[in-house]
């Protein structure tokens, strides 16, 4: 099943999108909490926010997708 979750059309680019926008929402929570610093955002934060937004926007994605075949599967039988 996960061959064909990760295959299905539309995945790897709502990955990418909700990744980004994952990315982003949690640098900017950090930031604030820091005191909106101007020397915050280093390329480790960067890497580590777009890392965290790929771990979320992937398990995300993979619920949706999953629950979408299934849906059809069941559907279909």
Same mark, same amino acid.
């Given at each position: 099943?996960? =061959? /064909?979750? *990760?295959?299905? /059309?539309?995945?790897? =680019? #709502?990955?990418?999108? $909700?990744?980004?926008? &994952? !990315?982003?929402? @949690? !640098?900017?929570? @950090?930031? *604030?909490m820091r005191g909106f610093m *101007?020397?915050f955002f280093t390329p480790k @934060?960067? $890497?580590?926010? $777009?890392? !965290?937004?790929?771990?979320? #926007?992937? #398990?995300? #994605? &993979?619920g949706k997708f999953w629950r /979408?075949? /299934?849906?059809?599967? &069941?559907?279909?039988?």
């Open positions: 099943m996960f =061959k /064909k979750v *990760t295959s299905h /059309k539309g995945f790897w =680019k #709502s990955v990418v999108v $909700l990744g980004i926008v &994952y !990315a982003v929402i @949690l !640098a900017v929570v @950090l930031w *604030t *101007t020397h @934060l960067i $890497l580590v926010a $777009l890392c !965290a937004g790929f771990l979320v #926007s992937f #398990s995300t #994605s &993979y /979408k075949l /299934k849906e059809d599967e &069941y559907r279909n039988s």
